[in-house]
């Protein structure tokens, strides 16, 4: 049997982490890894999770490193597909890890699997973030959008093209890494057959770090990864969308900041830049032509306030 690891970053959700654990540890399963990344948690997490769940590997880290806490665990797991869960998520079943095993033994150059997001105890959709129609959340198709907290990985792919860039902090990481992966030759599938739920809970949460990282990540983005003819058409899109969001909730404020700090810090991505392949774009072509219409997106999202995968 394949061994999986499942990875689960927390920060400040002892309920949360300890619902989480108290389902997979009902998973009979002797070839499945559970390890915790607590990323500086200061709410009695670590200690909880030691009492409730001894037999959960645990790293409880100093302080809140952002993405590098979920690099850790990656770093710590034994699996050779790793899955990485965000800590208030729930309903990942034993069927979903015999799918994954099916899913990658099938296909050896598949590099991650991202997994369908649902409110829990439904099967309702939230959070869709690819290329699609919602209705055609059930399915499965290539994408490359990552959904951090509900993939899993080849661990191979990993190893080959590196694990998450820790200065970006959140937001872009996952975009980041695909197109890292892809340039590597590996392939993204997103599986509507995979589900978890989530359940969405609010600590550890700043209300005002999407506006901030969203924005100077995207920058970083483009200059690590677009031809310049497409950098500027989407740092136009994506800069004008933020203000647009930050206006509307009243986070002008990070929103500038974010701008003087991305264009500040733009020289060591412009250093490492390695514009995209031709066999990429082409990829991300196939993905975007099933996309909704710019407006049609543009107008679902200034209606929706809170969009998050974390």
């Not at 061994?3 to 998973?27: G, Q």
């Not at 902090?169 to 890292?180: K, N, Q, T, V, W």
């Not at 991305?262 to 991505?269: A, E, L, S």
Request: glycine letters at 10%; one cysteine or more; aromatic letters at 10%.
């Amino acid at each position: 049997m394949t061994p999986v690891s499942v990875v689960i970053l927390t920060f400040n959700r002892r309920e949360s982490v300890l619902a989480l654990l108290d389902e997979l540890s009902a998973i009979e399963d002797p070839a499945l890894q559970v390890l915790v990344v607590d990323n500086g948690s200061d709410d009695g997490t670590t200690q909880a999770v030691t009492e409730r769940h001894p037999q959960v590997e645990l790293l409880a880290l100093r302080g809140n490193t952002g993405v590098g806490g979920r690099n850790r665990g990656i770093e710590a797991a034994r699996g050779d597909i790793v899955v990485t869960l965000d800590d208030d998520m729930v309903e990942f079943t034993a069927a979903d890890l015999a799918r994954l095993r099916k899913v990658f033994a099938a296909e050896p150059q598949l590099g991650a699997v991202c997994f369908k997001v649902v409110w829990p105890g439904t099967g309702r959709v939230r959070d869709w973030v690819h290329r699609r129609p919602v209705s055609q959340a059930d399915g499965r198709f290539e994408t490359y959008e990552i959904t951090e907290g509900a993939v899993a990985w080849r661990r191979a792919a990993l190893t080959q093209v590196g694990l998450y860039r820790e200065d970006f902090f959140i937001s872009h990481e996952g975009l980041d890494l695909a197109y890292r992966l892809l340039e590597g030759g590996w392939g993204i599938q997103y599986d509507g057959s995979i589900s978890v739920g989530h359940a969405h809970a609010e600590g550890g949460r700043k209300s005002w770090r999407r506006y901030y990282y969203d924005t100077r990540n995207q920058i970083w983005i483009a200059a690590l990864h677009l031809p310049w003819r497409e950098a500027v058409p989407y740092l136009l899109r994506g800069q004008t969308a933020m203000l647009a969001y930050s206006l509307r909730d009243g986070f002008l404020g990070p929103w500038l900041r974010a701008v003087r700090d991305g264009w500040r810090g733009i020289g060591p991505y412009r250093a490492q830049r390695r514009p995209l392949s031709v066999a990429t774009r082409a990829y991300l072509r196939r993905c975007d032509r099933h996309r909704p219409g710019f407006w049609t997106l543009a107008f679902k999202r200034l209606r929706q306030k809170d969009f998050s995968l974390e």
